[in-house]
């Protein structure tokens, strides 16, 4: 199993050495990864069938919890077979469709690698393990809608549906997180246990939210929907397999898989049911007004998200059978319908709905692919399409109290719209006159027409035969989506009843529409003007917003003047060490043991206090430098009075030593000019002074502090019995703490090399770093 | 003596503070001298003074006989000067290129455009 | 009275007036030179100081501040003069 | 002559050895005996020089504190009463002295007595410019002067 | 247990630059002895790795005199991990000195203070002594002075200027706290310190002191308000120089805050909150400036602001958990941050600009090199499974656990920043053609006209920092086992305070 | 006895220098100062000294060191009074209104701060 | 600078300091002095001699650039410290000849400490300083 999922990856790292060899003729091959895939999970078949399911566990990360632990259920087989078997045509119509382009091999290479996200999203039982097979798609997916990169378009929906899905992502994260924090474990399985701790948890409202935020940003639910139609950038293949039938039921996956662990309640459900609802119906009737083929599919298709959502939300054994089988319906119809729109594109050149009539006359076998998967996207009796959406019927009306009423008419009117758009990509390219500057176009290898048709052909057979797809996979998934048995099964005929009426309803209703409705430049233009209001444009006025806010935040905080930065770090720690100092105790000084003051040592610190003055408020930078050292001198014979010859020769000599310095480089300086206003050197003043009282209003603390001299006693009786030294300062300088100085000089010495540099190397122009 | 030096400290480490605030880097170059030394003394005060007694054992003694000050903060500020020598060195000598670059000591006029960057 | 407490009372807080009197021209200025002078001198009393100092503790540890002092403060002054010269002749 | 003074130097340090007191004022005791051990020993004329110099020294030395004693006091009675009698100016002193340490220890002799200060000697070292606190009359002071501490200092060098 | 193993780190580099002083000119000699240098320090700290991974807390008392009289040194598995990283990040920044430093630069001293400061960086790493650390703090501000001014252009100057007042400032307040620490205690061995300062009675100056604290190491790491210098100076030096700045020098000051407040002093409510407040800010406000600059280096400059928000946040929270998830973060960002400035580097060389505006077409003419990058820069949004993603677990759980959301909130904000910075920056740089992005004008590539083995000097260390970095990503295990022993040694000094002092003293 | 010595000689030095102190401060102007300061800064140093050296008798080092301190001194103090009087000089530091005379005057080579002696051409 | 007084007496004030540096740096062990403050004396006698006879004869006096013996006295320094890890000792432990030196005194390895001390501050302020005045020139 795990070599299954990550056969795709393994693959997809490949392609960076041996790619190149792979390009043209070979690319082909690559598709047996897929089909081969398939072909074992279509052997799990049997098992599910039997109400097993299947579990693998790899150690990866055990002390985190996270494990490649896999889970093979009814729902994830379904999703599986989905992800293989579209992937396998997928991979099939790839080849041809990108043959002689020059990154085929990163094509598939990204696709390969996609695929093993996908696959290990659906089989993961560990809810961050899926999460990080979560975020694989999503990378995928932006390689892959920017795959035509020197397309600006390309690559700003790139960016687009990444942000929205990134973003979701690292919301879903948390949630994620959060539920297995509350669980105890990460795992799904075990979760399952836990969940009506769960749904009585405090918190249970966040982490539906954080899950939500993720579900519904992957499936492009109404308001973040507007990347799918942007990530129509991508190849057609690509808009098949990702933005279709794979990657966007990402969201859908992962609300049925948490069904039951957090479903079941009100929280669940009407934000499902609302946001669904609001997403099918807004999408629809916007596929209304689209004259490109994958704009309207894409609409289209988040209709359809929002269907599922929808489905899920309303939690009945019914709906979640019906989402089951809609997953199945919307793969097989949608994905055949995006790649008969490829081949369109492909080789008529355009995709515009307006400029496309009678291709049938040119392009029979896809004239069958897009009308079946037109006709199963409308719900035509004998299509799979049919049962998917009595059983959305059914659901709908099986729920309670005014809700029958209300979901059914917005079941209702999704499904007429979703028709509409449903017959204008798959049958109005075919249909009428065939236009004179399509004449030439000519039926292209047989993988690219083949790959629709399959697809349509099986959704006729799920349609006539539903059983094959019933016991075998969608009972089993939703059943795991229950995590009880559904109880109901797939018929085609259900008698005359509420639900025929509204299938009939909505297929007249449909076909009528479209019969009178014609697309054209002018109803796109007619919405465009809504534009203002559109999700997109306010997320683009939020996203242009916090930009703006960013950047005054920035500048105004990183505005180029040190004295500024200085400023807010003393205001900051002023305000911090006098938000401690006068909260808990008076601060006391006891003074019976300071030792006595005498004359001359008062003068000299006097003399220090008006040095200092002088060194502040002087106008001559010579004065101010000849004020520093008499600072220097006055501290040094502080330093004399109070026991430390070494450290008054020293801070002499480096005193003196500094004032040379200065004196060499001061040379041509202009005087100082006052720069700053009155103002200015107040608020100054105020905050050094305060600063300055805080550190002595400190000092007497720690005064106040008995003192702990073992250390220094230490010092003094061994200096010279253990190191052989009288002057205890040296003997710990080059002894006891000889590191400290032997560092100190190698300061000196970068210092010394420092200035060396600074003042002699001058670098000519070739020498850039 | 003790309150004499707290005072002073504090002094230190106000005007450090001021000077650091100005646009002129030959004052910001003062405030950091300021600023060391009123750290220096800070370490010296708060390791306990004392007054008169080196810690130097006489020529003839092995141990001390007497009190001796404490030669820990000694050797630590002796360490923080040279090192803040060296600091001060290369800083001084910062001076003069900026001075040599911008023609003033004004560390306003040093600020570069975003569009120069590299 | 000893010699010690002589020097504590009468020698050190005239030395120390004296600093406090050649501080007051260091402030006054008016020009450079003048500043440079007094910080010479201070650094002539200094070294008096600690002298008298070593003798009042009887620390002679501390002649030897004296004597750095010494040594080295005529480096400051030249260096000032140098420089007052070389912007001089600018 | 120099020979001389190091033969003087090692007797006082033998001196120093043989009493074994580590002393300033032995040392200096030695020293003295030796100098006069050797005036005794002396018989050769032409090097008598070193004899002579040694008590010139000590006089010129003399001089040199009467002087400094002198202007000094009469430098802090001028200071200490409000009034100054001053007449400041800055005189330019032709010397004789010749040699790099001639003029350098001339200009610090002047320079350390109260009253007058060495500004700057000339390119070609043939001028002093001296400063001088009261300032009279310049010839009166140049021939003070040469006869005071340029006179008796050459003495001593040459 | 005395092992002079311990202080191999420090001395190999020591010895490298004095080798390499006296080899000054010679700057072939210089770059051989430097990757010889820094392969031998690798191998060193591995060894030291592995000793204390396997044998417990290594000490050294130098010059054999007990703690605290001596200054101690003391490898822990924080200390030898963060030694083990400098390494790598030292040798991958030595290699691709060799070719991607202006020879001019190592004429005047650029590799002897480079291992300077590598030489810093360890020896803050192990030292147990708080004096000694602020002389290795020293020696590695000074060190990074000159390499940011090294090669005097005027940006450097005046990123100089802010980083070097801001710098000292911070010496300041650490150098104010040591000496209010020795005042209250007596001592300056940490082990020491942790004992007496657990013991003393007056919080309130506790807390005091370690507002000092806070706030030295809070500018060297570039914590919101102190961390202004950082942009204001990352973009300017030579991008090797860069690397170990991104990468190490604000993490020696992360290094210095989970030292100091999980030895010395333990975090109450008070720190606590202030740590997790600063922690919010120092991310909203890195992620605020990361998003609006358009020059590569001033991105990662903000986003190393950002980042650092992740670890404090990790240090406010102060559980096992919390402590987990910042040190893996730590650990990360170490590798990828300079990774990060070495790719800014290799681009720069590429293209001859590091403006996303006018850089382009990178995919198109050098996939390979794209794609290793590509690793990199996901590594750091924290793409799973990526090294950037496992520390967020941790960092979101301890949130939880403690009710921290408002930090959460921030850590999302903050990766979503990283995100959208990132793969914004990937699509310019590398997706847009250089046609579009310069119209007429075409940059210079100094890459191309290098020989092989040039090029392979200056891509290796990238791929070999990559490789640690994926391996961090794939092999977060192993990395999980070092940093949970590491938040357990943090939430338990004891054996720390008693390999240090000897067994006698009782805790 | 050698305690009154110190005691005497000390209150000569300090008087010395608080005689350089009240001179520097009141002279008026910058040559007077400086000519007063030198002497009698270096004499009352000189004295201090010469106190630490009789006070240490057993010391020889401690004596030896005042004696240098005093050469020292004595040696430098007119040199340094000497530079920074001509470093004056070329400022321009203006001279009391007292003065009498100023045979410095135009002697200085503006460009190369050489200094005449007004007997080059003819010799006197 | 241009002075003939100073340079006689730079000329004898070169010998007085260096013999005092050297001082200093013995003592250290037992009085205020060591190899950081006898560098500091050492440097200033050159640094003297530089001002009055230019940077460049005083650079021909010491034959040696300055900045030639900061990787010595580190090196000196640093062998000093390790030296006593290869006899298996902790690093920096104070190794000391039996009997003190006549003149010298105890000599061990905290002197070669100090002489290195010495030879890199010397080092370090005379390149510092010489670098600024060529600079300036
Ligand atoms: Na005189
Ligand atoms: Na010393």
Redesign the interface.
């Known amino acids: 199993m795990l070599a299954a999922v990550l056969s795709g990856l393994i693959v997809s790292i490949l392609y960076i050495p041996f790619g190149k060899y792979l390009k043209d003729r070979l690319s082909i091959c690559v598709s047996f990864l897929p089909i081969a895939l398939f072909a074992y999970f279509a052997s799990f078949i049997p098992t599910i069938r039997d109400g097993g399911h299947i579990t693998f566990h790899y150690p990866w990360v055990p002390s985190l919890g996270i494990n490649l632990d896999f889970h093979l259920d009814g729902l994830s087989l379904l999703f599986s077979l989905l992800i293989t078997g579209i992937g396998s045509l997928v991979f099939l119509y790839a080849a041809p469709y990108l043959k002689g382009h020059r990154y085929l091999d990163r094509f598939y290479a990204y696709l390969s690698l996609f695929m093993a996200a996908m696959l290990g999203l659906v089989l993961a039982d560990n809810v961050l393990l899926l999460f990080i097979f979560w975020e694989l798609t999503s990378i995928s997916s932006f390689f892959l809608i920017g795959f035509n990169n020197d397309n600006a378009d390309s690559r700003k929906s790139s960016l687009i549906a990444l942000g929205i899905t990134g973003g979701g992502g690292f919301l879903l994260m948390a949630g994620l997180i959060l539920m297995g924090h509350l669980s105890g474990s990460y795992s799904i399985q075990e979760m399952l246990g836990a969940n009506e701790y769960l749904k009585g948890h405090a918190l249970y409202g966040w982490i539906l939210a954080l899950v939500f935020a993720g579900a519904f940003t992957k499936s492009a639910q109404f308001p973040f929907h507007f990347w799918l139609p942007g990530a129509m950038k991508a190849p057609t293949p690509v808009s098949a397999y990702l933005h279709s039938a794979t990657m966007v039921k990402a969201g859908i996956y992962l609300l049925a898989r948490l069904n039951p662990v957090l479903g079941g309640t009100d929280y669940w459900m009407y934000p499902l049911v609302i946001i669904g609802g609001v997403t099918m119906l807004y999408s629809a009737f916007h596929s209304l007004f689209r004259t490109d083929l994958k704009a309207i599919l894409a609409y289209s298709t988040i209709a359809a998200l929002g269907i599922l959502v929808f489905l899920i939300g309303i939690g009945t054994p019914e709906s979640l059978l019906a989402a089951s089988v809609f997953i199945l319906v919307h793969a097989l119809y949608k994905a055949s319908l995006f790649l008969t729109t490829g081949v369109i594109d492909h080789e008529t050149g355009t995709r515009d709905v307006t400029r496309l009539s009678g291709l049938r006359k040119v392009l029979w076998p896809l004239s069958i692919a897009g009308i079946l998967a037109a006709l199963s996207s409308a719900g035509v009796p004998l299509t799979f399409g049919f049962i998917g959406k009595d059983l959305i019927y059914e659901a709908t009306l099986h729920t309670v109290g005014v809700l029958p009423i209300v979901l059914t008419a917005l079941a209702l009117l999704t499904n007429v719209l979703v028709l509409y758009a449903g017959f204008l990509a798959g049958i109005k390219p075919f249909t009428g006159p065939l236009p004179q500057n399509l004449t030439q176009v000519h039926l292209p290898n047989a993988l690219m027409w083949g790959a629709p048709l399959v697809l349509a052909l099986l959704g006729l057979l799920f349609g006539c035969l539903p059983f094959l797809a019933d016991d075998a996979l969608l009972n089993p998934a939703a059943h795991a989506m229950l995590q009880a048995p559904i109880g109901t099964s797939l018929k085609i005929w259900h008698g005359f009843n509420t639900v025929l009426l509204l299938s009939g309803i909505t297929l007249v209703s449909g076909v009528l529409l479209y019969v009178i409705r014609k697309p054209s430049q002018r109803s796109l233009a007619s919405i465009e003007r809504f534009n203002a209001w559109s999700p997109r444009h306010l997320f683009g006025k939020v996203a242009q917003y916090s930009k703006a806010f960013s950047r005054r935040y920035t500048h105004t905080l990183h505005n180029g003047f040190l004295r500024v930065y200085l400023l807010r770090i003393i205001v900051f720690a002023v305000l911090l060490l006098a938000f401690r100092l006068f909260t808990g105790g008076p601060i006391r000084l006891t003074l019976d043991q300071l030792s006595p003051v005498s004359v001359y040592e008062i003068i000299v610190a006097a003399i220090l206090i008006a040095a200092i003055f002088l060194a502040v408020t002087t106008s001559s930078r010579l004065t101010a430098v000849v004020a520093t050292s008499v600072i220097g001198y006055c501290i040094c014979l502080q330093f004399v009075f109070y026991s430390a010859p070494d450290l008054a020769m020293t801070q002499f000599s480096i005193d003196t030593l500094t004032v040379v310095l200065f004196v060499l480089v001061l040379f041509r300086l202009p005087p100082f000019l006052n720069l700053a206003n009155r103002l200015t050197r107040i608020r100054d003043w105020t905050v050094a002074s305060a600063f300055g009282a805080v550190i002595s209003l400190i000092a007497i603390q720690v005064l106040n502090q008995p003192f702990d001299g073992a250390v220094s006693r230490f010092y003094g009786d061994n200096a010279y019995t253990l190191a052989k030294g009288k002057n205890v300062v040296n003997v710990i300088l080059v002894d006891f703490r000889g590191f400290d100085t032997l560092f100190e000089i190698v300061v000196l010495s970068i210092a010394a090399i420092g200035v060396f540099s600074l003042l002699k190397l001058r670098l000519n122009a070739s020498e850039k770093e | 003596m003790e309150i004499v030096l707290v005072l002073l400290i504090g002094i230190l480490y106000a005007s450090g503070i001021f000077m650091l605030l100005r646009r002129s880097m030959v004052k910001l170059l003062i405030g950091l001298t300021l600023l060391g030394n009123g750290a220096n003394l800070l370490i010296f005060l708060l390791g306990g003074i004392t007054k008169g007694k080196p810690p130097v054992i006489d020529t003839a003694a092995k141990l001390f006989t007497d009190v001796y000050a404490d030669p820990v903060p000694q050797a630590l500020i002796l360490t923080a000067i040279v090192i803040s020598f060296g600091l001060q060195a290369f800083a001084i000598v910062l001076l003069k290129r900026v001075y040599v670059l911008v023609n003033s000591d004004d560390l306003d006029d040093l600020n570069t455009p975003e569009e120069e960057d590299i | 009275m000893t010699l010690s407490a002589y020097i504590d009372y009468v020698i050190l807080p005239i030395l120390g007036l004296s600093l406090l009197l050649v501080f007051i021209r260091l402030v006054r200025g008016p020009s450079v030179v003048d500043r440079v002078v007094a910080l010479d001198l201070l650094i002539t009393i200094g070294v008096s100081v600690i002298t008298v100092y070593s003798i009042s503790t009887q620390k002679s540890t501390l002649i030897d501040v004296a004597m750095i002092l010494a040594l080295i403060a005529f480096l400051g002054t030249i260096a000032f003069a140098y420089y007052l010269e070389k912007r001089g002749r600018k | 002559m120099v020979k001389q003074f190091l033969m003087n130097l090692l007797l006082a340090f033998i001196w120093v050895a043989l009493t074994g007191v580590l002393y300033y004022t032995n040392f200096l005791f030695g020293f003295a005996v030796g100098f006069f051990l050797m005036w005794l020993m002396n018989r050769n004329e032409s090097d008598h020089r070193y004899f002579t110099r040694v008590p010139k020294i000590i006089g010129f030395f003399l001089y040199f504190l009467y002087e400094m004693i002198k202007a000094n006091i009469q430098v802090a009675y001028d200071m200490v009463t409000p009034k100054f009698f001053m007449k400041p100016g800055i005189v330019k002193y032709p010397m004789n002295a010749k040699s790099e340490v001639e003029i350098n220890l001339l200009s610090t002799v002047i320079s350390l007595t109260p009253g007058t200060l060495i500004l700057d000697v000339s390119e070609d070292r043939k001028v002093l410019y001296i400063h001088v606190m009261y300032l009279k009359n310049k010839e009166q002071f140049i021939q003070q002067i040469k006869d005071g501490f340029e006179r008796k200092l050459l003495e001593i060098l040459r | 247990m005395t092992d002079n193993t311990l202080i191999f780190p420090v001395l190999v580099h020591l010895f490298t630059a004095i080798v390499t002083l006296f080899f000054w000119r010679k700057t072939v000699s210089q770059r051989v002895i430097s990757i010889m240098g820094s392969v031998v320090a690798m191998g060193v700290s591995i060894e030291l790795f592995a000793k204390v991974w396997t044998g417990g807390i290594l000490t050294l008392q130098a010059a054999g005199w007990d703690a605290p009289f001596g200054i101690s040194f003391v490898a822990d598995v924080f200390s030898s991990s963060m030694v083990l990283l400098t390494s790598f990040s030292g040798f991958a920044v030595s290699l691709y000195s060799a070719t991607g430093v202006a020879r001019g630069r190592m004429l005047y001293g650029y590799f002897p203070i480079f291992h300077f400061l590598l030489m810093g960086l360890n020896g803050a790493f192990l030292t147990g002594d708080i004096f000694n650390l602020y002389v290795w703090f020293e020696v590695i501000i000074i060190a990074s002075f000159v390499l940011m001014t090294l090669g005097g252009r005027k940006a450097q100057i005046e990123g100089s200027v802010k980083y070097m007042a801001m710098n000292i400032l911070a010496s300041t307040f650490f150098l104010t706290g040591i000496g209010i620490l020795y005042g209250i205690t007596g001592t300056l061995n940490m082990a020491d310190l942790s004992l007496k300062i657990g013991a003393l009675e007056n919080r309130k100056l506790v807390d005091i002191t370690a507002i000092f604290f806070v706030i030295g190491f809070g500018i060297k790491s570039a914590v919101f308000p102190l961390y202004f210098w950082l942009p204001s100076s990352y973009h300017t030096p030579p991008s090797a120089v860069a690397a170990v700045f991104g990468g190490l020098l604000t993490k020696v000051g992360i290094y210095a805050l989970f030292r100091i407040f999980t030895l010395i002093f333990i975090p109450d409510d008070f720190l606590s909150t202030l740590l997790i407040v600063l922690a919010i800010f120092t991310i909203l406000t890195g992620t605020f400036g990361a998003v609006i600059k358009n020059n590569i280096r001033r991105v990662f400059s903000y986003l190393i602001v950002c980042h650092i928000g992740f670890m404090i946040g990790g240090l406010g929270m102060y559980s096992e958990i919390a402590l987990t998830g910042a040190l893996f973060y730590l650990f990360h960002d170490i590798l990828v941050k300079t990774n990060s400035f070495l790719i800014a580097g290799l681009i720069r060389k590429l293209r001859g600009t590091m403006n996303m505006d006018k850089l382009g077409g990178l995919y198109a003419e050098y996939p390979l090199l794209s794609l290793l990058m590509a690793i990199v820069l996901f590594s750091l949004v924290g793409i799973p499974p990526l090294s950037g993603f496992w520390p967020k677990i941790y960092l979101f759980e301890a949130g939880f656990m403690d009710h921290h959301y408002l930090l959460i909130g921030a850590i999302i904000i903050g990766s979503f920043a990283t995100l959208y910075v990132i793969t914004n920056l990937w699509a310019k740089v590398f997706w847009k053609d250089q046609t579009t992005a310069t119209g007429e004008e075409l940059l210079t590539d100094d890459f191309k006209p290098m020989t092989r083995f040039r090029k392979a000097l200056l891509v290796t260390p990238i791929a070999f920092l990559a490789a640690i970095t994926l391996y961090i990503g794939l092999g977060a295990e192993n990395i999980t086992l070092v940093v949970q022993h590491i938040a357990r040694e943090m939430k338990d000094p004891s054996p720390y305070v008693e390999a240090v002092l000897g067994t006698n003293v009782s805790p | 006895m050698t305690?009154i010595l110190?005691?005497i000689l000390?209150?000569i030095?300090?008087?010395?220098?608080?005689?350089?102190?009240?001179?520097?401060?009141?002279?008026?102007?910058?040559?007077?100062?400086?000519?007063?300061?030198?002497?009698?800064?270096?004499?009352?140093?000189g004295l201090?000294?010469l106190?630490?050296?009789f006070?240490?008798?057993?010391?020889?080092s401690?004596?030896t060191?005042?004696l240098?301190?005093i050469f020292?001194?004595?040696?430098?103090?007119?040199?340094?009074?000497?530079?920074?009087?001509?470093?004056?000089?070329?400022?321009?530091?203006e001279?009391?209104k007292?003065?009498?005379?100023?045979?410095?005057a135009g002697?200085y080579d503006k460009?190369?701060?050489?200094?005449?002696?007004?007997?080059?051409s003819g010799g006197? | 600078m241009n002075s003939t007084i100073l340079k006689t007496a730079s000329n004898y004030l070169l010998p007085i300091l260096l013999l005092f540096s050297i001082f200093l740096l013995l003592r250290g062990h037992y009085h205020p002095g060591g190899g950081f403050v006898g560098g500091l004396i050492a440097s200033i006698a050159f640094v003297l001699h530089s001002f009055t006879h230019g940077t460049d004869a005083t650079l021909r006096l010491l034959r040696i650039h300055p900045g030639s013996l900061i990787p010595v006295g580190l090196g000196l320094a640093a062998l000093s410290m390790f030296a006593p890890m290869l006899g298996g000792q902790p690093v920096m432990t104070g190794l000391w000849l039996e009997e003190p030196l006549p003149v010298i005194g105890m000599v061990g390895s905290a002197l070669f400490f100090d002489l290195g001390v010495y030879l890199v501050v010397v080092g370090v302020v005379l390149t510092i300083l010489f670098t600024i005045s060529q600079y300036s020139e």
């Open positions: 305690a110190i005691g000390c209150t030095g300090a008087l010395a220098i608080l005689i350089a102190a009240i001179g520097i401060l009141r002279m008026p102007d910058f040559y007077l100062r400086l000519s007063v300061t030198v002497k009698a800064a270096t004499l009352g140093g201090l000294l106190c630490a050296a006070y240490f008798p057993d010391e020889v401690v004596t060191k005042a240098a301190i020292f001194l004595t040696l430098t103090a007119p040199v340094a009074a000497h530079l920074i009087a001509r470093a004056a000089y070329f400022i321009g530091t001279q009391w007292g003065t009498v005379r100023d045979d410095l002697m460009e190369t701060h050489t200094l005449g002696s007004g007997k080059e006197d």
